[in-house]
């Protein structure tokens, strides 16, 4: 059964942009996890826009379902962070420091030098670890090879297709999914999924692990509050 993870960044940024505590953070994954979400997921930056390191700090020791810790590992201090607060999973992002969001996947076969110490620092903990790819095969296979336990399906292209014609967006995501399922690997996706676009994806691909949702979600709890919301993400899994 795939597993919905809630990225509560999103609500972090509504914090930052007053000051305070207001919404409390740790009480939004508590919360989150009340509601059904069967794992919370974080995204901290190096500047803190959102998630900040004590936050991940606080929530982990506060969580009774799986904890993802996603970003850019070229940081040290990423990579201590994660090495401290030891998360279920580590997800590998190649995102920029100052990009808005996550918009590509790791290109495995030139990085796999970089990656593969990488899952072997974090599997040094038990740590499990993911990779966030494009929807190309060679990517998935290749994760395999650094040693990764999972890829995560960068799914942006799929939720801007989905719409003219939702055959044609899934296509390549089917055959990287079998891809990494031929090459043993566990499957996540993730970015722009919705209420509007996730059950096909799952229906299609039934063997996605998990699936994190945050800006979507969070944008659904404005109107239908928060706990609704999340039942609707899991009627749709």
């Known amino acids: 059964m795939t597993k919905l993870s809630v990225n509560i960044n999103k609500i972090a940024t509504l914090r930052n942009a007053r000051g305070g505590n207001m919404p409390d953070v740790t009480q939004a994954a508590l919360n989150c996890e009340k509601f059904g979400a069967q794992g919370i ?5 190096p500047d803190e826009r959102h998630i900040r390191y004590s ?3 606080a929530i982990r020791p506060l969580l009774s379902t799986e904890f993802n ?13 994660v090495m401290e607060v030891i998360p279920d999973q ?14 590509a996947g ?6 796999k030098e970089f990656l593969t110490g990488l899952c072997g620092l974090f599997h040094e903990k038990g740590i499990r670890v993911s990779i966030f790819i494009d929807p190309i095969p060679e990517m998935a296979v290749a994760a395999k090879a650094c040693g990764a336990d999972r890829v995560e399906l960068y ?9 003219s014609g939702r055959e044609k967006a899934i296509e390549p995501y089917l055959r990287t ?7 043993g690997l566990g499957l996540n996706a993730g970015h722009d999924l919705n209420l509007d676009n996730l059950a096909y994806f799952i229906r299609t691909i039934p063997w996605t692990d998990e699936v994190s949702i945050g800006h979507a979600l ?10 609704r919301t999340i039942k609707e993400y899991l009627a749709r899994i």
């Open 41 to 45: 997921t974080v995204h901290p930056r």
């Open 55 to 57: 936050d991940v700090r």
């Open 69 to 81: 810790i996603e970003g850019n590992p070229t940081p040290q201090s990423f990579r201590d962070l």
């Open 90 to 103: 580590v997800t590998l992002v190649p995102d920029a420091h100052d990009a808005i969001t996550s918009n």
């Open 106 to 111: 790791w290109n495995t076969m030139e990085n």
């Open 155 to 163: 799914t942006e292209a799929y939720a801007a297709q989905y719409a």
């Open 177 to 183: 999914a079998q891809a990494a399922r031929e090459a």
């Open 218 to 227: 969070i944008c659904d709890a404005i109107y239908m509050g928060l706990e």
